[in-house]
């Protein structure tokens, strides 16, 4: 299983950025997928989670209103579509793949077994 993460970069506050994951080895339709970021000297945090059915994205109460979670199963991808970001909004993004779950997916780090490498995004003027 691989998770290949990729999109983050360089944004102005206010900006928006779309960041792709793409899992190998799997099929998504089949699992939970989840984003986390990562601040400096903080700890990893749950963005939002998809579990392999129907049911609209979860998010975490600090991501609702400004990121939007989306998958594309016949393209083994999801997507985390970010507006209007701030400063704190600075971190490593990682997707991550686990078994399936129920409604809500989970958002705890230890629950997921398979990580991707991360993408940097940093919100700065």
């Known amino acids: 299983v691989q998770l290949v993460e990729s999109g983050g970069g360089l944004v102005q506050p206010g900006g928006s950025l779309r960041l792709s994951c793409v899992l190998s080895g799997l099929f998504m339709s089949y699992g939970t997928i989840a984003w986390f970021r990562q601040a400096p000297g903080k700890e990893r945090e749950g963005v939002s989670c998809?579990?392999?059915?129907?049911?609209?994205?979860h998010y975490s109460d600090s991501a609702k209103g400004r990121f939007t979670m989306s998958r594309d199963n016949a393209k083994n991808t999801a997507h985390l579509q970010i507006t209007n970001l701030d400063p704190e909004d600075t971190a490593v993004y990682y997707c991550?793949?686990?078994?399936?779950?129920?409604?809500?997916?989970?958002?705890?780090?230890?629950?997921?077994?398979?990580w991707g490498q991360g993408t940097q995004v940093t919100v700065s003027s």
């Open positions: 991550a793949r686990a078994s399936p779950f129920g409604t809500p997916c989970p958002l705890a780090p230890d629950v997921y077994n398979s």
């Open positions: 998809m579990t392999s059915g129907d049911s609209p994205p």
